[in-house]
């Protein structure tokens, strides 16, 4: 039988470091194309619409920026958090705490007057709802060393059903017709369009600033060391008397309040009110986001975009061939698989052996 | 009074039955040292094989056998990258959940208004006649007792062969395996491999008996509670077995209290189950001493021969 060893590379390979990622997605294109067939459709076709057709036009750019910016914004946070081996799973579920806090300012507040102050409360409440649902796991994990990956997945699940409690119920909107949804947002509750007739907004600035300021935090402070060195070698961060406790709290609370503040540029964005299901698996897609930028604030830029991509070929496909939206999910997965194992080769040499 | 309380007890048994499978398969996995958050992919992949596989007119037996087989190839991709490669384990976990999410949904795209007929009942003779008891636990699918059979078959492996021992040798101190001469890359590749295919079975469990169709997403977190599952029972076959029917329990106490026609939200009787595991967890890792000397001390850690 065959056997593959890795082979350490003297030095770390240059050509790797940029040249894997494009192997991964090439690769991933060469995976996808027979599953395609095999699930009877035809494979050159799909893949051009999955890849090309977003692209080929100005609203198809404005829905590119509009997709990439929340998960740009989730994996920074997300990034934070990895970085210390602190493994933050439930930015699905922050995201909605984020959105119905948020949503619940607009609904209360968002009569005709117009709030000069209603956005950045509305900001303020997400983000703050994020971070207190990731209080969850950060508290159960600093007091009850329980593990942070399930109690956050767990939470997935309960946020979204109280999300849907909470628009069957107490949130509907008095006039909907039962449908299960809140009353549509004012123009006072959400950020302005600056493109008629695109969906772009100003929510996006928000991700502009969050970028520098997670490359300060992760490159150039001292925190942002102690988070690296907690994650890379727990034993020497003990001995440094750096606090896993301080470094958990502060990994969750900043990946709970940028995944909040994405729900909230969601709903006061794109949705302009809540729905049952507002998020198209941002809170996964940001993890695979995180890795694809090698836990760095510049790479997580160029992993959104690839990313909010994917997801917009998968829509396009869903539209024009009448494909699901997991085909999206399917082309996720695949391309994480072969992105961990590229960047293998940045260190290793590949080598098959028959003993 | 009497007809509630048994149809609580057949479902407790009937919905422990998927987490019991793929729990069990991860325990294994855990104890040689591999961590694979891939469980509910895993599941969902061996949901719609053997749903597919039932839908086109195969016994059972084979559908669950195929389900057994495609849940085992996707962890076999686990094992190449997180084994022979030594990726993160959490990372790639979590890759194999993503894609089998997503290619059940693509290969379940047609199932969606198809029916099969669920596993028949299996009477077991004398006991089944047992009054109020015997119509409930003896009168069941043959894979609730298949579970029950595996879990006890995965304790005495463990814990009375000597193969078990290198399993959880592994598990503990890979380098020392090593070193006296064990293949730990091999050997984690079969563990890993054992609960593909348990995860696979849980999963056909779902869509051959438990309800028998394939809806997208259907094992709704399942994979991720059986993870929390192995946690609970402390990596031991029998406490999971206990675990598994706690959480049956809480899944179908929906019945039990609309039964009583308590009125809650049914979105809170929903959440029971995940809210269950949050508070589980915590009451079993509340003590640091218990859950490190409990946990495979390598567990997630890639495994390079070299250092």
């Known amino acids: 039988m065959l056997r593959i060893e890795l082979e350490p590379r003297a030095t770390a390979s240059h050509f790797m470091r940029w040249g894997a990622p494009l192997l991964a997605l090439l690769l991933t294109v060469l995976v996808i194309a027979p599953i395609l067939a095999l699930a009877g459709l035809p494979p050159l076709e799909t893949l051009r619409i999955f890849f090309l057709s977003p692209l080929s036009s100005l609203n198809g750019l404005s829905e590119w920026l509009l997709k990439a910016s929340p998960l740009i914004l989730i994996a920074l946070g997300l990034t934070v958090g990895f970085r210390a081996n602190v493994w933050n799973i439930g930015a699905e579920g922050m995201y909605t705490i984020g959105a119905i806090c948020a949503g619940w300012l607009a609904l209360r507040y968002g009569d005709a007057g117009a709030h000069f102050w209603l956005l950045p409360a509305m900001m303020l409440a997400g983000a703050l709802g994020g971070a207190a649902w990731a209080a969850i796991p950060a508290f159960l994990k600093t007091t009850a060393n329980t593990s942070e990956i399930l109690v956050s997945l767990m939470l997935n699940y309960v946020a979204a059903l109280l999300l849907s409690y909470l628009v069957n119920g107490p949130m509907q909107d008095p006039q909907g017709l039962n449908y299960p949804q809140t009353a549509l947002f004012e123009p006072s509750a959400m950020f302005s369009t ?17 970028v520098p300021l997670a490359w300060l935090l992760l490159e150039r402070s001292f925190l942002g060391f102690q988070l690296s060195v907690s994650g890379a070698a727990p034993a020497a961060a003990r001995y440094a008397g750096f606090s896993q406790t301080r470094l958990t709290w502060i990994s969750l609370s900043i990946s709970g309040a940028t995944a909040g503040l994405a729900g909230m540029m969601e709903a006061a964005g794109p949705l302009g009110q809540l729905t049952p299901v507002i998020s198209p698996g941002y809170g996964f897609a940001a993890i695979i986001v995180a890795f694809i930028g090698r836990l760095r604030p510049v790479g997580v830029v160029f992993g959104g975009l690839l990313l909010s991509l994917l997801y917009l070929g998968g829509e396009a496909v869903q539209m024009s061939l009448n494909v699901p939206a997991s085909l999206s999910r399917c082309v996720q997965g695949t391309l994480l698989f072969f992105l961990l194992a590229g960047d293998v080769l940045i260190l290793y040499r590949l080598r098959l052996r028959s003993p | 009074m009497q007809h509630l309380l048994a149809s609580l007890l057949s479902g407790m048994l009937v919905a422990a039955t998927p987490l019991i499978y793929a729990a069990l398969g991860e325990l294994v996995a855990e104890r040689s040292g591999v961590l694979n958050l891939g469980v509910e992919g895993m599941m969902l992949l061996g949901a719609v094989t053997a749903f597919g596989v039932a839908f086109s007119g195969y016994p059972p037996l084979v559908a669950a056998l195929a389900a057994m087989g495609a849940a085992a190839a996707a962890a076999a991709v686990f094992a190449v990258l997180a084994l022979s490669l030594a990726t993160n384990q959490y990372a790639t976990g979590l890759a194999l959940t ?21 596993i028949a009942k299996l009477r077991l003779p004398v006991l089944s006649d ?8 003896f009168n069941q699918d043959p894979m609730v007792y298949l579970a029950l059979v595996i879990a006890a078959g995965a304790w005495w492996f463990l814990y009375r062969t000597k193969p078990g021992l290198v399993v959880r040798a592994v598990g503990e101190a890979p380098h020392s395996a090593l070193a006296i001469g064990y293949p730990v890359i091999r050997i984690r590749y079969l563990t890993t491999l054992f609960g593909g295919a348990m995860a696979g079975l849980g999963g056909a469990y779902l869509s051959l008996a438990y309800t028998p169709l394939w809806v997208e997403d259907m094992t709704a977190g399942r994979g991720w509670i059986a993870l929390a599952l192995v946690v609970f029972a402390s990596w031991r076959p029998g406490r999971l077995i206990l675990g598994a029917w706690l959480f049956g329990g809480i899944s179908v106490l929906q019945l039990f209290v609309q039964g009583f026609g308590i009125q809650l939200p049914s979105e809170l009787l929903t959440a029971l189950p995940y809210l269950t595991t949050i508070m589980v967890l915590v009451a079993i890792s ?14 997630a850690q890639p495994f390079r021969p070299e250092r």
């Open chain 1, 194 to 210: 600056p493109f008629a007739g695109l969906r772009i907004n100003a929510s996006m600035f928000i991700t502009l600033v969050a």
């Open chain 2, 98 to 118: 993503i894609l089998g999410s997503g290619l059940s949904g693509l290969i379940g795209r047609h199932f969606g208004s198809g029916s099969i007929s669920s």
């Open chain 2, 130 to 137: 047992l009054p109020v008891v015997g119509p409930v636990l």
């Open chain 2, 286 to 299: 509340r003590n640091p001493t218990t859950l490190r000397l409990n946990t495979p001390l390598s567990l």
